[in-house]
Structures are given as C-alpha cells and as structure tokens.
Nanobody
C-alpha cells in the first residue's frame, strides 16, 4: 500500500522558516520523483519543487532561492526547507510521488500518489 505521510506544518511570522517532511513507503520512494505542491484557498494547486530519483532538483520561480527540497534515502523521507517565508506562501502543502514527463514536472496530473496535506500559515 502506497503511503505518503506528511508532518511539520504550522504557523510562522514573515521571514521565518519551516521544514516539511514526507515519509514514503519504500517501493514508491525508490521508483518515483517526489514533489511538493501547495494550494491556497480559491487557487489552483501549484508545483513548487521536484526531486528526481537521481536527486536532481527543480524549483518554481516563486520559491527558487528560498525553498530547498531534499531527501534521506535511509529514512525514505523527502523534506522541504522553507526560508524567508512570506504571507503569500500561506497554503495547504502536499507531497506527491510520480513519474512526471520532462516539461511537466510541476503538473499535478503527472503524480499518482499524494500526502494528506499540511497547513502552513505565514503572518505579516
């Protein structure tokens, strides 16, 4: 059974930092690219960061330089370190697993499995 279990959300003031974690079942972790998406109320789900099986990374322009995606192969866990947070980063954050096609890394349709979501709230 595929499982993606997230942790680490919460509330922080602007300029602060948070780290999200996503524990993944072993089979899925070893065969999938992992990504972080977010969705704010009334907005579409947007992809922010992707880490491939070879550990190469890609970032959306809106978070590049502030967010870092990484993974720990011993723990089958993916992380999203978020620094210099802004109020506009407030959203529900989801981790996802899949095999996205080149050029479609940030499309939610390319990912088969999703975590339960974690709320991140940034106050000004």
């Amino acid at each position: 059974q595929v499982q993606l279990v997230e942790s680490g959300g919460g509330s922080v003031q602007a300029g602060g930092s948070l780290r999200l974690s996503c524990a993944v079942s072993r089979y899925t972790y070893s065969r999938s690219s992992m990504a972080w998406f977010r969705q704010a109320p009334g907005k579409q789900r947007e992809g922010m960061a992707v880490i491939a099986t070879d550990s190469s990374t890609s970032y959306a322009y809106s978070v590049k330089g502030r967010f870092t995606i990484s993974k720990d192969n011993r723990k089958n866990t993916v992380y999203l370190q978020m620094n210099s947070l802004k109020p506009e980063d407030t959203a529900m954050y989801y981790c996802a697993a899949g095999s996205p096609r080149q050029g479609w890394l940030f499309s939610s349709y390319e990912y088969n499995y999703w975590g339960q979501g974690n709320q991140v709230t940034v106050s000004s």
